[in-house]
């Protein structure tokens, strides 16, 4: 499981990487790729800390590039960030949230 979750850490990484450097069709595929490989793992911290981080950098590059369907992973990635109590997740998703009214 452990492979898992530094295969995963690693498509988030590179995922904002790339957004970072203007390919987002690249990082949504790297974001995709981790979400789906943490769906397949057992709920737990890690994977839950993973999950929040990972929504929410998704809802960020299509929020970046002005394309629809990033509420969900909004929604989802603020969930998450609240449920594991993980601080850089929360101050990420305050961040999110900040530009849309609504307090955490």
Avoid: K
């Avoid at 790297?30 to 809802?59: C, I, K, M, N, Q």
């Amino acid at each position: 499981m452990r492979n898992a979750y530094l295969t995963a850490a690693r498509s988030l990484q590179l995922g904002r990487e790339w957004a970072v450097e203007g390919d987002q069709p690249r990082a949504l595929e790297a974001y995709a790729d981790a979400l789906g490989l943490l769906r397949t793992l057992p709920p737990e911290r890690t994977r839950d800390v993973l999950l929040a981080h990972t929504h929410l950098a998704f809802y960020q590059t299509l929020a970046l590039v002005g394309s629809p369907g990033g509420q969900s992973h909004l929604h989802l990635g603020v969930s998450y960030a609240r449920s594991t109590r993980d601080p850089l997740a929360r101050a990420i998703a305050e961040e999110c949230l900040s530009g849309l009214d609504v307090v955490m």
